[in-house]
Each structure stands twice: as structure tokens, then as C-alpha cells.
């Protein structure tokens, strides 16, 4: 039995080290986004700590081969996950305002390598030493050693494995991330309460530590929001693929899978225009003539709540609108909280699995697919652009929205636009009012500005708002020059691309927070926030 209870602790704590792994990418996706950048700092910290904790347990292991010392460490453990979903967030917030003030440049991947580090690498440590503890424990005589040892590391394995995909498909889906923590957190005080009760020692610590572990895991339940300063939510939760949260105020509903940045999709409650990206989209429409036209195929990939289909089919009668979006759970929001009409074919897939598996042809394409704050790279290649081109008709319309706020030389947008013009023989952007996005038109139709300019009359778009709109674009329309700066999808660096911009903006947002302290130090940093 002593064996087999420790062949068990291999198995679940191997099950929690990758179950707080995963967990924790949630933790801090909706900050620092859930790119490859941050998944790598997630995956190199908590390897560098369970390196340490290899290290470490040996040692304490030699020194004193005692099974009490590893439970009481795992109590520990299982006490700090429980407060990682109550505390992790404020943590993530010093942090990065801290930073903020210090750092000109990667702010993110400082941002989310310090909270990581503050966050996850004391727990991993010392759950990083349980395999060289149970070898020690476990191994009686060296004639077995190879087995012991061999049986404890594939039943550690195992549970990795289960632990990789139990959270991913089960738990965070179904309870959220905040839950997730507690539950293997729970596993984890079980395996150290039953060992203390079977040996009848440290009664009263087990005790305290299940009603500090208890008393988090009502905390973290109670107040799960990531975005715990904002009052205007209407709904926060989270999917296989993104965390999702709808905001309300006077004038609009808006859905965002950050809490800082990007708007995926807005609803402007008094009907009509929004002035944002979506409608400057419109403009593909007449560029692709549909003024002559008896119908229509439009096409977009990254649906999200559906605002540019419900303005298409606002102002509209002629076109059939398809839209395909990953998530399903922002599908249901787009039907609860924005009024997807159900005229629109949904079509729940990856955009360029659905293209490369379609054979129907569109007389526009508008490309609006993020993950959180990037852009998917397989979406942004010119692999991508060509699949989309052999998906249009001769005179179709690709449409993509760059939500990047940057022209600078060498930017993501840069790239993007060079990527679009070396498929497509008609490239155009313009910027967008509103927002800050910029839009990117091509064709290999050369009539296709002409068709919006010919279009700019009341005949053909009758709507006066819609009319005026659609000639500030024409206005604002600049031709794309062809370049080097080409994405494929052997090397497509749009997450390195985008943190650039991010860490741009930022600069801007706490420019004059930054003057404070360099004017005044930390004190007076502090005097004009108390005074603010």
C-alpha cells in the first residue's frame, strides 16, 4: 500500500504540474495575449523551476529521507494554487504598471516573464521535487532500482499527459481557469491529508492548511473576473481558444478577447453606422460592383459576433453572407448579445482549413481573424493569400483589417500589405477613423476603384450616411507599393511584429506617467497619482 500511494503521488503530481501549466497560459493570456512569445516564457519558467526543484529534492531527499517533508510540500503547493486565481491578477497588474514606468521596449515579455516568475516558479519548484523524493522513498534495493525508478517516471508521464489534456477539454471549458487551479489544488492537499492521517502526524498544520486552502478557493470563486477594475461587463467567460468578455455602456455593445486591447466586434444600439473597421469593410462591396449585380457571395473569415454581416445585410438585399469563426462560444454570444441574424451561414472551423477544403467561389473575402491581440500567422502568409485569390471571381475582392496601429517602416502592417500586393495586381489601404485600424483592399480587377467611385451616387447607394462614408474612404484610399517584406509559411514572425506595436502604444498610454517619475522620482510619481 505504501508503494502503491506513492506510485499515485508520480502520477498526480506529474497530472498538476501540467494542469498548472496549461492553467496558467489562461491566467495570463488575457494580459500579454496567448501568443507563441508568451507560451514559450510559460513553458522555459516553469522548466527552469522544476529543474531547481530536481535538484533541490535529491538533495533533501539524501539528507533526510523522510515522506512527511514532501506532503507537508505538497500542502504547501496546493495552498498557493488555490490563491493563484485570487491573487495572480493583482500581481500581474503591479507588475505591470511597475514595469511600465521603467520600460521602453519588450514590455510585454518582461511584463509576463516577471509575473510568471512571481506567480508559478515557487510552487513548480517544489513540485519539481517529487521524483527524486519518491525515488529515494521508493527504492529499497538496488536490484529494483532500474524498475522503480522507471515505473514512478511513466506513471509521472502519465499523468502529464491526462493533465495536459484535462484542462484544455474539460475543465477550463466547462469551469473556467480560476476552478481549474482549485481543483488540482484540492488533488493535491487530498494526497498530503491522507498520507498525514495514515501516519497520524502534523494533524494540526493539514488542518491549517486546508482552511487557508479552503478560504482561497471561496476567494478566487467569488471573484473570478480578469478584468477586475471594470464595472460595464455584461459577460465574462472563457472558451477552448479565447477569453471572452462583453461589454455595455450608453451607446454600444462590444465584445474583446483582452482586457486591454482590441475590439472583435461591435453592436451601436441606435442601428446605423459605428464608424469603425467594419464599415470602412463595406466599401469591398462596391469595389466588387454590387450595385450590378443580381446577388452576391461574400465571405468572412473570423466572424466573430458578426458586425460586418449585420451591416451587409443593413444596407444590402443582394448578398448572401457566409462567416466562419473558430470559437463556437463566440458564435453564441453573436446570437445572444448582438443579433446575428440567422440568414448568415456559420461555419465553426479554422479560416484557411475552411478555404483549402471549399471549392465555392466569392465575390468577396474579408479576412478579420485574431487570436486575442495577434494575428493567426497561418492567415497572414502569402501561402494564405493565394489559396483566398483562387477562392474569389475574376473581378472579387480580398478585404483584410489590420488592427496593428503602425505604418513605421518594417512594421507588422508593412508586412502584411507587401505580403498582399506580391498575389494580388490591385492593392489599396486605407486608414480607419475610428480605432485605428487600417483596411487593405486587392483585386486583380483594375476597374475595382473605379466601380466604388462610379457607385457614389444617391441612385446607387440611396442611404445618405452610408454614402458619405463610402466616399471619405475613396478619398482616403492609397495605393499599396509591392516590397520585400514577405510573409510565407515557412517564416511568418507576426507575434514578434506585434509586440513592437503593442509596446508602442503602451509607451504612448503612460507617456505622462513616465515624465512624473522622471521629473520626480518614485515620490513624485506617487503625489500625482494620490492627486489624481
Given at each position: 500500500?505504501?508503494?502503491?500511494?506513492?506510485?499515485?503521488?508520480?502520477?498526480?503530481?506529474?497530472?498538476?504540474?501540467?494542469?498548472?501549466?496549461?492553467?496558467a497560459?489562461r491566467?495570463l493570456?488575457?494580459?500579454?495575449?496567448?501568443?507563441?512569445?508568451?507560451?514559450?516564457?510559460?513553458?522555459?519558467?516553469?522548466?527552469?523551476?522544476?529543474?531547481?526543484?530536481?535538484?533541490?529534492?535529491?538533495?533533501?531527499?539524501?539528507?533526510?529521507?523522510?515522506?512527511?517533508r514532501?506532503?507537508?510540500?505538497?500542502?504547501?503547493?496546493?495552498?498557493?494554487?488555490?490563491?493563484?486565481?485570487?491573487?495572480?491578477?493583482?500581481?500581474?497588474?503591479?507588475?505591470?504598471?511597475?514595469?511600465?514606468?521603467?520600460?521602453?521596449?519588450?514590455?510585454?515579455?518582461?511584463?509576463?516573464?516577471?509575473?510568471?516568475?512571481?506567480?508559478?516558479?515557487?510552487?513548480?519548484?517544489?513540485?519539481?521535487?517529487?521524483?527524486?523524493?519518491?525515488?529515494?522513498?521508493?527504492?529499497?534495493?538496488?536490484?529494483?532500482?532500474?524498475?522503480?525508478v522507471?515505473?514512478?517516471?511513466?506513471?509521472?508521464?502519465?499523468?502529464?499527459?491526462?493533465?495536459?489534456?484535462?484542462?484544455?477539454?474539460?475543465?477550463?471549458?466547462?469551469?473556467?481557469?480560476?476552478?481549474?487551479?482549485?481543483?488540482?489544488?484540492?488533488?493535491?492537499?487530498?494526497?498530503?491529508?491522507?498520507?498525514f492521517?495514515?501516519?497520524?502526524?502534523?494533524?494540526?498544520?493539514?488542518?491549517?492548511?486546508?482552511?487557508?486552502?479552503?478560504?482561497?478557493?471561496?476567494?478566487?470563486?467569488?471573484?473570478?473576473?480578469f478584468?477586475?477594475?471594470?464595472?460595464d461587463?455584461?459577460?465574462?467567460g472563457?472558451?477552448?481558444?479565447?477569453?471572452?468578455?462583453?461589454?455595455?455602456?450608453?451607446?454600444?455593445?462590444?465584445?474583446?478577447?483582452?482586457v486591454?486591447?482590441?475590439?472583435?466586434?461591435?453592436?451601436?444600439?441606435?442601428?446605423?453606422?459605428n464608424?469603425?473597421?467594419?464599415?470602412?469593410?463595406?466599401?469591398?462591396?462596391?469595389?466588387?460592383?454590387?450595385?450590378?449585380?443580381?446577388s452576391?457571395?461574400?465571405?468572412?473569415?473570423?466572424?466573430?459576433?458578426?458586425?460586418?454581416?449585420?451591416?451587409?445585410?443593413?444596407?444590402?438585399?443582394?448578398?448572401?453572407?457566409?462567416?466562419?469563426?473558430i470559437?463556437?462560444?463566440i458564435v453564441?454570444?453573436?446570437?445572444?448579445?448582438?443579433?446575428?441574424?440567422?440568414?448568415?451561414?456559420?461555419?465553426?472551423?479554422?479560416?484557411?482549413?475552411?478555404?483549402?477544403?471549399?471549392?465555392?467561389?466569392y465575390?468577396?473575402?474579408?479576412?478579420?481573424?485574431?487570436?486575442?491581440?495577434?494575428?493567426?500567422?497561418?492567415?497572414?502568409?502569402v501561402?494564405f493569400?493565394?489559396?483566398?485569390?483562387?477562392?474569389?471571381?475574376?473581378?472579387?475582392?480580398?478585404?483584410?483589417?489590420?488592427?496593428?496601429?503602425?505604418?513605421?517602416?518594417?512594421?507588422?502592417?508593412?508586412?502584411?500589405?507587401?505580403?498582399?500586393?506580391?498575389?494580388?495586381?490591385?492593392?489599396?489601404?486605407?486608414?480607419?477613423?475610428?480605432?485605428g485600424?487600417?483596411?487593405?483592399?486587392?483585386?486583380?480587377?483594375?476597374d475595382?476603384?473605379?466601380?466604388?467611385?462610379?457607385?457614389?451616387?444617391?441612385?446607387?447607394?440611396?442611404?445618405?450616411?452610408?454614402?458619405?462614408?463610402?466616399?471619405?474612404?475613396?478619398?482616403?484610399?492609397?495605393?499599396?507599393?509591392?516590397?520585400?517584406?514577405?510573409?510565407?509559411?515557412?517564416?511568418?514572425?507576426?507575434?514578434?511584429?506585434?509586440?513592437?506595436?503593442?509596446?508602442?502604444?503602451?509607451?504612448?498610454?503612460?507617456?505622462?506617467?513616465?515624465?512624473?517619475?522622471?521629473?520626480?522620482?518614485?515620490?513624485?510619481?506617487?503625489?500625482?497619482?494620490?492627486?489624481?
Amino acid at each position: 500500500m505504501r508503494r502503491l500511494f506513492l506510485y499515485a503521488t508520480a502520477f498526480l503530481a506529474g497530472m498538476s504540474v501540467m494542469a498548472i501549466e496549461l492553467a496558467a497560459s489562461r491566467l495570463l493570456a488575457p494580459y500579454f495575449s496567448s501568443s507563441q512569445i508568451v507560451w514559450t516564457i510559460i513553458i522555459g519558467t516553469i522548466m527552469i523551476a522544476l529543474a531547481l526543484g530536481n535538484v533541490w529534492g535529491g538533495r533533501l531527499a539524501d539528507k533526510d529521507p523522510n515522506p512527511a517533508r514532501l506532503y507537508r510540500r505538497l500542502a504547501v503547493v496546493a495552498v498557493w494554487t488555490a490563491a493563484i486565481p485570487f491573487v495572480g491578477k493583482y500581481v500581474i497588474a503591479v507588475v505591470s504598471l511597475g514595469l511600465a514606468i521603467f520600460i521602453t521596449e519588450n514590455f510585454l515579455v518582461w511584463s509576463a516573464f516577471l509575473s510568471c516568475m512571481l506567480i508559478f516558479v515557487f510552487p513548480l519548484v517544489l513540485l519539481g521535487t517529487v521524483t527524486p523524493s519518491l525515488v529515494k522513498y521508493a527504492v529499497n534495493t538496488l536490484d529494483n532500482t532500474g524498475k522503480t525508478v522507471g515505473g514512478l517516471g511513466a506513471l509521472n508521464t502519465v499523468g502529464s499527459i491526462i493533465g495536459t489534456f484535462l484542462p484544455t477539454f474539460v475543465t477550463i471549458p466547462s469551469v473556467g481557469t480560476a476552478l481549474t487551479f482549485i481543483i488540482f489544488a484540492s488533488v493535491l492537499m487530498l494526497l498530503s491529508l491522507i498520507y498525514f492521517l495514515s501516519v497520524r502526524q502534523h494533524l494540526i498544520r493539514c488542518l491549517v492548511s486546508l482552511l487557508l486552502l479552503s478560504a482561497f478557493s471561496i476567494l478566487s470563486f467569488l471573484n473570478r473576473g480578469f478584468a477586475f477594475w471594470t464595472t460595464d461587463l455584461v459577460y465574462e467567460g472563457e472558451s477552448i481558444y479565447n477569453y471572452l468578455q462583453v461589454g455595455e455602456n450608453d451607446w454600444e455593445v462590444f465584445l474583446s478577447t483582452n482586457v486591454l486591447f482590441g475590439v472583435q466586434s461591435v453592436k451601436i444600439k441606435s442601428g446605423g453606422l459605428n464608424g469603425y473597421c467594419y464599415d470602412y469593410a463595406l466599401a469591398s462591396l462596391w469595389m466588387a460592383d454590387v450595385a450590378h449585380k443580381e446577388s452576391m457571395d461574400v465571405l468572412i473569415l473570423g466572424l466573430g459576433a458578426g458586425t460586418f454581416a449585420s451591416q451587409a445585410e443593413k444596407y444590402l438585399d443582394n448578398v448572401t453572407l457566409e462567416g466562419v469563426e473558430i470559437d463556437q462560444k463566440i458564435v453564441d454570444i453573436a446570437y445572444e448579445y448582438f443579433d446575428l441574424s440567422d440568414s448568415v451561414a456559420v461555419h465553426v472551423e479554422d479560416g484557411r482549413a475552411f478555404l483549402s477544403s471549399s471549392d465555392k467561389i466569392y465575390d468577396v473575402i474579408f479576412v478579420d481573424a485574431y487570436q486575442d491581440i495577434t494575428i493567426p500567422f497561418q492567415m497572414s502568409t502569402v501561402e494564405f493569400f493565394t489559396i483566398a485569390r483562387q477562392h474569389l471571381t475574376e473581378d472579387g475582392v480580398l478585404i483584410v483589417n489590420l488592427n496593428m496601429q503602425s505604418d513605421a517602416e518594417g512594421s507588422i502592417n508593412q508586412h502584411l500589405c507587401h505580403t498582399v500586393a506580391s498575389v494580388f495586381d490591385e492593392v489599396w489601404s486605407a486608414e480607419v477613423s475610428v480605432g485605428g485600424n487600417r483596411e487593405v483592399y486587392a483585386s486583380n480587377n483594375p476597374d475595382m476603384i473605379s466601380n466604388l467611385e462610379n457607385s457614389l451616387s444617391a441612385e446607387v447607394i440611396p442611404d445618405q450616411a452610408l454614402r458619405n462614408l463610402m466616399g471619405l474612404v475613396y478619398q482616403k484610399l492609397e495605393p499599396v507599393e509591392k516590397g520585400d517584406l514577405i510573409l510565407t509559411d515557412d517564416k511568418a514572425p507576426v507575434e514578434l511584429l506585434g509586440i513592437r506595436v503593442i509596446d508602442e502604444l503602451i509607451a504612448q498610454t503612460i507617456l505622462e506617467y513616465r515624465q512624473y517619475y522622471q521629473e520626480g522620482g518614485l515620490r513624485g510619481l506617487y503625489e500625482k497619482l494620490i492627486g489624481q
